[in-house]
């Protein structure tokens, strides 16, 4: 029987671009939205899941913390 995968919670992987980012920390859903909304690409049902989960991945910080 295959087994089954436990989701644990994590803290997302932080990566530090100064000047990039001003004070507040963006996450690479968030990242991604904006970059899709500014070329036409109208978001479905799945973005704002797929969105979550990259958030909770990556996050981009411009200070260290």
């Not at 991604?32 to 690409?41: E, M, N, Q, R, S």
Request: aromatic share 10%; net charge positive.
């Amino acid at each position: 029987m295959p087994r089954e995968r436990v989701k644990r919670p994590h803290a997302p992987h932080r990566v530090r671009l100064p000047g990039f980012v001003n004070e507040a920390d963006i996450g690479l859903g968030e990242v991604t939205k904006k970059a899709t909304a500014y070329f036409g690409i109208r978001p479905c049902g799945g973005c704002a899941r797929r969105a979550a989960y990259l958030d909770s991945w990556l996050v981009f910080s411009g200070r260290r913390k």
